[in-house]
């Protein structure tokens, strides 16, 4: 276990912006698993029984049906949907009833995703998992369809290239088809055109990788199905990449051949169309530290007495008590609306700000500083409008129409809860929408 920070300077270690890891390839201090504290709860009314936890709903449902399942969790960005299926994924229950396929979109893919290209990446990381494990045959269907691809999608690019069908060159192909994807429009307009006129090619792609695993799976004595846990589909916020994926290609989603779990943005609920999202959901919300105060834009006044408990508690799993005092905790609890990144996040900056004035601890002063600095980087890019409809969100607690979606995914609204969902503006930026003649 990673040993508690025990002076200012190291807790910038524990304290940085990162999910943690229950695989055990830990490539930081602060992805130590040791460090998870079980979130609290949903309150149970008088005549109801307690729920279960986010990780025993998650793979309950998972467990249950034989056939294929999708589901889908949605969050607050930041809030623990990274931790939630790392842990789901290192559940004994889970590696017991299935192989796991852990898929993370990269970074430079978000920007340009679209349905053909998740569909590859999902086929891309099933031959990854076939080759590393040798369960993948010489003469399956799968071959001559990426094959096809190399020749439609990469050209004369691939012709140099792999095409020779070995285990090792085929492995190959897959890399370069995801690599090309990141930087070249043409590759991505061409792989378009075979979604759009061919659309069931890349379903038949996954359909015959899947049967190939499995059935050697079965050969081996495992005769488990594979589960895929499909993280960062969150971060797609571009309204038109959401509707391509999951209005007009939600069906492609659904009917993949394996149990899928994927992240996805929390807008994605809203809309006519996304009953099926909505009844495959599962939701991570912020914790609860604010009570509605649609007339009042001081945070402070709006705490719910004792909901620091859990963050008091995150911080002392990381870090020596003394070093942050119990102020520091409750107003950056506050101001990060319960939101665990944005909570570290301000932590993070008052360390800093406790450092460069020679404190031995992190106090409240401090953590006021941290939360001038970030309500001064929130604010950027924010247009008058912006700053009305905020206002207006957190004077009724509703969204007035699909567009307030966007405030969500920017996280600068969260989803708050009691018997109904409601949503406040970020308590970071209520001193700013305050009424001023």
């Avoid at 969050?75 to 842990?87: C, D, M, P, R």
């Avoid at 099933?126 to 993948?136: A, K, Q, R, V, Y």
């Avoid at 003394?322 to 996040?345: H, P």
Wanted: glycine share 6%; net charge negative; proline share 6%.
């Amino acid at each position: 276990m990673t040993r508690r920070a025990t002076t200012l300077d190291e807790t910038l270690d524990v304290l940085e912006l990162l999910p943690l890891d229950f695989g055990g390839a830990r490539q930081s201090p602060a992805t130590d698993p040791a460090f998870y504290v079980e979130p609290p709860a949903d309150d149970a009314g008088a005549d109801e029984i307690p729920p279960p936890s986010l990780a025993d709903t998650l793979a309950e449902r998972l467990l249950g049906p034989r056939h294929s399942t999708t589901l889908f969790l949605s969050g607050h960005v930041g809030s623990g949907k990274s931790t939630q299926l790392s842990k789901l994924a290192a559940d004994p229950r889970i590696v017991q009833a299935f192989s796991v396929v852990s898929v993370c979109v990269e970074a430079e893919h978000v920007p340009v995703l679209d349905t053909p290209l998740l569909l590859l990446l999902l086929s891309g990381a099933i031959h990854d998992f076939g080759h590393t494990h040798g369960l993948l045959s010489k003469k399956a269907h799968w071959r001559d369809i990426l094959l096809d691809f190399n020749k439609r999608v990469l050209g004369d690019a691939g012709g140099s290239g792999p095409v020779g069908g070995t285990a090792i060159e085929l492995n190959v192909l897959f890399f370069k088809l995801c690599q090309e994807m990141k930087f070249s429009e043409q590759r991505r307009r061409l792989l378009r055109e075979i979604g759009e006129t061919q659309q069931t090619l890349l379903i038949d792609l996954l359909k015959s990788l899947t049967e190939d695993v499995t059935s050697a799976l079965l050969k081996q004595g495992h005769g488990r199905s594979l589960l895929l846990l499909v993280d960062d589909l969150d971060k797609v916020r571009s309204l038109p990449q959401q509707k391509e994926i999951f209005d007009a290609n939600l069906a492609f989603l659904l009917s993949v051949p394996f149990h899928v779990l994927y992240t996805v943005p929390t807008g994605v609920v809203f809309g006519p169309n996304r009953v099926d999202v909505r009844r495959s959901l599962e939701h991570l919300y912020p914790m609860r530290v604010l009570d509605k105060a649609p007339r009042s834009y001081d945070p402070e006044k709006a705490f719910l007495p004792d909901s620091d408990t859990f963050f008091r508690n995150a911080v002392d799993r990381r870090v020596e008590p003394r070093l942050f005092d119990d102020a520091a905790v409750r107003l950056a609890a506050i101001y990060s609306g319960g939101v665990l990144r944005e909570f570290f996040r301000l932590l993070r900056t008052a360390v800093r700000l406790a450092r460069h004035n020679r404190l031995e601890l992190v106090n409240g002063p401090a953590v006021r500083g941290a939360v001038r600095d970030e309500r001064r980087r929130e604010s950027m890019g924010l247009l008058t409008p912006d700053y009305e409809a905020l206002r207006a969100i957190h004077e009724t607690h509703g969204l007035a129409s699909d567009d307030g979606r966007r405030y969500l995914d920017e996280g600068r609204v969260l989803e708050c809860y009691n018997d109904k969902t409601w949503y406040e503006a970020s308590p970071l930026l209520w001193k700013l929408l305050e009424p001023r003649d």
